[in-house]
């Protein structure tokens, strides 16, 4: 996934959130395990879909995916893009598998 933010990538797997720069070098690593909550967007999809939401995004209202991450009372928000429908399937898998782990997670519609 790329982030918005920075140009840079954000890999996530069941265990960790990796950063890393457009060329690939890791640049940070963030345990889930070392986070309070979770906060996720309610549903992830691909940015200009639609007719509709290309309109909007013309006009300044862009489709966002983000997902925050809080730890003691900090919260930290990364905003990225989704490509492809398989990768929004995937982090939807991923998220069921924090869920069984017992992750704290919160679901919504906006932050």
Do not use: C
């Not at 345990?31 to 939401?53: G, M, N, W």
């Amino acid at each position: 996934m790329n982030s918005i933010l920075g140009n840079k990538l954000i890999e996530i797997d069941e265990e960790e959130i990796r950063i890393k720069s457009k060329k690939g070098i890791q640049q940070e690593v963030i345990r889930l395990a070392e986070i309070d909550k979770l906060i996720l967007k309610e549903k992830y999809s691909i940015p200009q879909e639609t007719i509709k939401e290309i309109g909007s995004e013309i006009s300044g209202n862009a489709k966002q995916n983000y997902l925050i991450l809080q730890k003691n009372s900090k919260r930290r928000k990364f905003d990225f893009e989704i490509d492809s429908y398989f990768m929004i399937e995937q982090l939807n898998k991923i998220i069921k598998n924090w869920e069984i782990k017992g992750y704290e997670i919160k679901r919504v519609a906006h932050e």
